[in-house]
């Protein structure tokens, strides 16, 4: 019983850090625990608590706008985590007792094997919940992300976990001290290049529509206007760039006889306007994109790369599920084929859209050739849960990564700016339509 009752506390405390209250702190005992009963049962049970707390709030994508069954929705999310915490939690402590013998330091590396495997296996993984991420919140340390990256964090905190159980005091120094003198040397790099960096005005675009209305085509339609005049009034602030999130407007790109396209186009001769929209090509298969207009022309777009399984297409061998659902029916999106910034003048904006901020491989070589990173997302699916916190919370650890300022633009909200010191320096609060104004830098 009092293993049950640790394990059951351990799962608790490791999903607070990626809760909306980020109390990032508690993922340390929670690791702790699993550190003093390297049993893979343990681990196991300790895993689906986790996830299942912070991967909840899928539900409401499922269920309220969905419209699945709830008992249904929570019998597939409860399959769907216990296979996360078997892939995550259960297989690490598995081998390390079958092939390391139970080596203790053997555990962290394949901890971290299993986190970079599931962010691309199968159907294109999911990078999510990896527990580097909590360092974003850490003050100082955050900064040698620009040197490192996620899954090294991941890492550093398992080790330093497992130095303190062990209490090995010299390699956690050691390590400790190598961390810090990363971090200071991240934090003099970033101020170097922030002082060379050209100053660019933004105006970042909330919409609010509500997630029932973009779901009805007609009732989005009602929302156009709005949309269009809250863009115009940041058009007249004098600023470089205006941004709006994903599938910001009820019509394709391509459908050049809207009265919104023409007045959108119109709009882009006084500044640049980042959208996105969906737009319907060859073959007529719809594309997810973000597009770069200026004097009443696209001057270029990005499609994107990384589809979500079920939300955009619908991997083998689950096609039948169409059949099933209704909410999850319709014609399957396209990949983008090309990952590259999008250029314009002095910009050179790369353009992850919604999920693919959480691809540490893919947002790297998009912005390796950027000066600006501008992230269109909708988290309307999840009204104001974990999962929208821990969304913004990726973009925070790309910041930190790329050196670089980062634009969340968001339908619903949250919407913000982030420094390339991963602090959210403007926010606007969620469901408010309106205008963030604000200045970020153009680093190389």
């Not at 971090?183 to 101020?191: A, Q, T, V």
Request: proline share 5%.
């Amino acid at each position: 019983m009092k293993k049950l009752l640790l394990v059951f506390l351990a799962g608790l405390m490791l999903y607070l850090p990626f809760s909306k209250y980020a109390i990032w702190f508690a993922g340390l005992p929670a690791l702790y625990i699993l550190m003093r009963y390297r049993d893979s049962r343990f681990w196991l049970l300790g895993g689906v608590v986790f996830f299942f707390l912070s991967l909840r709030c899928v539900n409401i994508a499922s269920v309220k706008y969905g419209g699945i069954n709830p008992m249904l929705s929570y019998g597939m999310f409860t399959l769907f985590t216990l296979f996360l915490s078997l892939y995550q939690f259960y297989l690490p402590v598995k081998l390390l007792n079958r092939y390391f013998r139970g080596i203790t330091l053997a555990l962290p590396p394949l901890y971290v094997l299993f986190e970079v495997l599931r962010s691309y296996f199968p159907y294109g993984g999911f990078p999510w919940l990896i527990l580097g991420s909590i360092l974003v919140d850490v003050p100082f340390i955050k900064n040698s992300f620009l040197y490192s990256n996620v899954y090294l964090h991941s890492l550093f905190i398992l080790y330093a976990v497992l130095f303190v159980a062990e209490r090995r005091i010299v390699p956690l120094t050691l390590m400790g001290l190598l961390v810090f003198t990363l971090s200071f040397y991240s934090l003099y790099e970033k101020e170097r290049r922030m002082q060379v960096a050209p100053a660019l005005k933004v105006a970042l675009v909330q919409t609010a529509v509500p997630q029932e209305d973009k779901l009805d085509k007609d009732k989005f339609r009602k929302h156009t206007d709005e949309i269009l005049d809250l863009t115009e009034q940041a058009l007249q602030e004098g600023v470089g760039l205006v941004v709006l999130p994903e599938s910001a407007l009820p019509f394709f790109y391509s459908h050049e006889y809207e009265e919104g396209y023409q007045r959108l186009m119109f709009m882009s001769f006084k500044a640049p306007i980042l959208v996105g929209l969906v737009d319907v090509r060859e073959g007529l298969r719809p594309y997810n994109s973000a597009y770069l207009l200026s004097a009443g022309m696209s001057v270029d777009h990005y499609d994107k790369v990384r589809l979500l399984p079920i939300g955009e297409y619908m991997p083998r061998p689950f096609g039948f599920l169409k059949e099933v659902f209704s909410a999850i029916g319709g014609v399957d999106y396209l990949p983008g084929e090309s990952l590259k910034p999008l250029y314009h003048k002095n910009l050179k904006l790369a353009t992850p859209i919604c999920f693919e901020i959480a691809y540490y491989d893919l947002v790297k070589k998009l912005s390796k050739d950027a000066n600006l990173i501008v992230v269109l997302t909708n988290d309307g699916w999840f009204d104001d849960s974990d999962c929208t916190a821990q969304h913004l919370r990726w973009a925070r650890v790309r910041a930190l990564e790329s050196g670089k300022f980062v634009l969340w633009v968001n339908n619903s909200g949250y919407t913000g700016i982030i420094d390339p010191y991963g602090s959210v320096s403007q926010l606007l609060s969620y469901g408010k339509r309106a205008v963030l104004f604000g200045e970020v830098r153009l680093i190389e």
